[in-house]
């Protein structure tokens, strides 16, 4: 009724989508009006924006009982005592479960479960918030009540965290999240630096923050028959059900985990968190349903973080601005009991080539729960500080920010001298340059004044990791000639529903309109999880694949060409067919499950983009704002433009944010973060971010990365915008930021 017509009222807006791809030469393509490469509208989008689409928190079957944690205030120290009378004598508490009811838990490969240590298992607190009791209760309001009702005494000692803590090697080995190698060397890094004719060596830091994705974690847990079914919000569902089966000492096909929407993650839904499996030990405990909603404050603590990164890089150039030697040494704080690392130098590794190269990759043990990836992983604090670093040398140098970038442009992967799987770089920075209007730039700073505020522009390179999972899809074909399609994967807001359909839509010669697509369930066909940036080039690969098949089958029905769509139904009622299915699969190189830029090929595979800004900065009241920004991408080829701005714009107001606004500040004294809710952390609100934000990506088919042209997207648009801009404000300003967030009183005279 009325609320559908609004939404279609409002659904076309005019992003430019002529000047949305681009062909090498900055020429704008023409988009198909259907299939592969057209604006095709988001086919979940009326579900999302009317409520139709049900999360996991919204989902009540009768008899469930609300859990909620009772969590540490201390970050470090002992329990004593919990005493639950209170509590159970609460109205409508219905059990409290404690560290003494839990069941020895077995292991969990570390991921799929984010951390190695289970709360609850033993009487140990190793960070605040950590879960130390859970009230069940007929309603929420009951729990929340009831909790509140616990009384637990905690022997407390003085935490440890990222600035007291000492600085140490990760442990590699069994650690599932080394990437790399942590020191990679060539050369003579010092001799170098010092041969060098203009050199700058700083350090660079970008704070913890915490994803605040905007569906808080929630989790329901039910037992039937012996058999586990979960709605989740999670990122990997088949991740949920492997962490859970190594926990819970289960056939993994004994857990069926079901998730249809995910309003967000940004990593904090990747991997498994405690309190998915203290509902299944629950649920299994009280033989109800068990669902347990994280609180706000509870997303800060409970299922992990981006870490704080301190860099310190070093660069040295020739007078051409040639990089003769590159240090990049990072630090990042993990938990004490898994060694995350955070690769801030990842980035550096293959952007720009240098005969002597030194990084060091290290970690600072504190009383905090373990990290975990979060948009944009390694690249996304790590590119701030490299890109802030050749910035800086740029004036060192005295040479044009952009040309000392094409200087040092990488024609192969300096990592591997691999050759890259394709590479447009060069085109995006042209392109980026054109539209911003960098050929007019003056090298000098302070150079542009408007009245009460100085302008200046700024750029920095991005590049992000392409990760590649295997992957299987379905594509059916019905008796009534409706097409659907099949794949586990995940749909966390990028698109899924949309591209996956025209991909299929494109194989078949059929229109993608109408095309279902099921997805969100074990039980379909296995894919991985819905990070780094891998669904599109992974499950689409795997999807193209499937529609292939049932082409062929169609046209071995109807011998040997393809029919009208039409008449699909007619020729299925005649062969006796219910339904025609066709199955596909991505295979990676000796049948891995994973691939992480094409180190298992002969070709490294990234994304990379070139971000320029314009900044204004009004000293006298130390406001700086974004003007523009033109953000131009080399990426694979681009499946919906209209989806892939999206994901980027919303990169770039997420970088936004790192640089101006966010950081989760701890109180070194009790190892908790100051501000536990969205009313205390500075997010990026319309009123931020400028209307100009012109994304565009160059036209590009990747031979190798997948079958059907691709790479990935989703992480890259984060990546560099906070060196753009930091770079920006120093053009205009003469201030040059090393810490983020860039403060008021960093910029007021
Ligand atoms: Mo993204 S941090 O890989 O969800």
């Known amino acids: 009724m009325t609320v559908e017509a609004k939404v279609r009222d409002v659904h076309h807006v005019d ?6 791809i681009v062909t090498p030469d900055g020429a704008a393509v023409d988009l198909p009006a259907t299939g592969i490469g057209s604006t095709e509208r988001r086919h979940d989008g009326d579900d999302k924006v009317t409520g139709a689409a049900k999360y996991a928190g919204e989902e009540l079957p009768s008899g469930t009982l609300h859990g909620v944690m009772v969590t540490s205030p201390v ?5 004593a005592s919990i005493d639950t009378a209170a509590a159970l004598a609460a109205p409508g508490v219905v ?5 003494d009811d839990m069941p020895d838990l077995g292991a969990a490969s570390v991921p799929p479960a984010a951390q190695s240590y289970m709360p609850m298992a033993d009487l140990t607190v190793r960070y605040e918030g950590q879960p130390v009791a859970i009230v069940l209760a007929e309603t929420l309001e009951q729990a929340e009540a009831g909790a509140a009702l616990v009384d637990v005494r905690i022997d407390a000692r003085d935490p440890v965290v990222f600035e007291t803590a000492e600085t140490v090697v990760p442990e590699t080995e069994g650690n599932g999240y080394v990437l790399g190698a942590l020191d990679p060397a060539r050369g003579d890094f010092e001799a170098g630096f010092a041969g060098a004719a203009a050199t700058v060596d700083q350090v660079y830091v970008a704070p913890t923050r915490h994803h605040n994705m905007m ?15 979960m709605h989740d919000s999670t990122q990997w569902t088949y991740g949920v059900r492997y962490a859970l089966s190594g926990m819970l000492g289960m056939e993994p096909g004994q857990i069926h985990v079901r998730c249809p929407f995910t309003g967000g993650g940004f990593g904090a839904k990747g991997y498994v968190w405690p309190h998915q499996v203290l509902a299944a030990v629950a649920a299994r405990d009280v033989r109800r349903p068990v669902k347990i909603a994280l609180t706000r404050a509870q997303c800060y603590t409970d299922t992990g973080y981006q870490p704080v990164v301190r860099s310190r890089v070093a660069l040295g150039a020739d007078a051409d601005g040639k990089l003769v030697a590159v240090a990049h040494d990072t630090e990042s704080v993990s938990s004490q009991f898994d060694d995350y690392i955070e690769f801030g130098n990842a980035g550096t590794r293959s952007l720009y080539p240098t005969p002597n190269l030194a990084l060091t990759t290290r970690i600072r043990k504190a009383d905090v729960g373990t990290p975990t990836a979060m948009r944009a992983p390694h690249e996304g604090p790590g590119m701030f500080a490299l890109e802030s670093a050749m910035d800086e040398l740029s004036y060192e140098l005295g040479m044009d920010p952009l040309e000392l970038r094409l200087a040092n442009y990488a024609e192969v992967d300096p990592a591997n001298e691999k050759p890259f799987s394709s590479n447009r770089l060069r085109e995006a920075y042209a392109e980026g340059a054109r539209r911003i209007g960098w050929a007019d ?25 392409t990760f590649r999972f295997a992957a299987a899809a379905r594509v059916c074909l019905t008796a009534d000639g409706a097409v659907r399609v099949e794949a586990g994967t995940q749909e966390i807001g990028t ?47 795997a999807v193209a694949g499937a529609a292939d098949t049932l082409r062929n089958r169609i046209a071995g029905l109807a011998g040997g060409t393809v029919p009208p769509r039409d008449q699909w139904p007619d020729l299925l009622r005649r062969n006796g067919v219910s339904e025609l299915v066709g199955e596909g699969g991505f295979q990676l190189p000796g049948d891995a499950p994973f691939d992480a830029h094409g180190c298992a090929g002969d070709h490294s595979m990234h994304t990379w983009g070139a971000v320029f800004v314009e900044m204004e900065v009004d000293e006298a009241l130390g406001l700086a704002r974004m003007r523009r920004c033109v953000a131009c991408y080399s990426a694979g080829r681009i499946l919906n433009p209209v989806t892939a701005r999206s994901q980027m714009i919303g990169g770039i107001i997420w970088g936004y944010g790192r640089v101006m606004l966010e950081e989760s500040a701890m109180d070194p004294r009790y190892g908790r973060y100051l501000s536990q809710n969205l009313s205390g ?24 990365a997948s079958a059907i042209g691709v790479r990935g997207i989703g992480e890259l648009g984060e990546v ?14 003469g201030r040059r930021a090393r810490e983020l967030p860039i403060k008021f009183e960093a910029l007021m005279s």
Not at 15 to 20: A, E, I, M, P
Not at 683 to 703: G, W, Y
């Open 441 to 465: 730039r003056p090298m000098e700073v302070r150079a542009r004044r408007e009245g009460s505020r100085l302008i200046g522009t700024g750029m920095a390179s991005a590049i992000m990791s």
């Open 215 to 229: 569906e808080p974690s929630a989790t329901l847990a039910e037992w039937r028959g012996g058999e586990l079914h």
């Open 95 to 99: 059990r409290v479960i404690t560290p």
């Open 681 to 704: 952390v500075h997010l990026p609100v319309n009123a931020d971010i400028p209307q100009d934000i012109d994304v565009a990506f160059i036209e590009e088919h990747d031979p190798y």
């Open 495 to 541: 698109g899924t529903r949309t591209i996956f359909p025209q991909i299929a839509a494109e194989r078949l010669g059929i229109d993608a309109e109408g095309i279902e697509m099921v997805l969100g369930r074990t039980g379909l066909p296995e894919t991985g999880g819905t990070f780094g940036s891998s669904s599109t080039i992974s499950v689409g690969s």
């Open 720 to 733: 560099g915008v906070a060196a753009a801009i930091a770079n920006g404000i120093h053009h205009a300003t």
């Open 75 to 79: 970050a470090r120290g002992s329990i």
């Open 15 to 20: 992003v430019g989508v002529n000047r949305l």
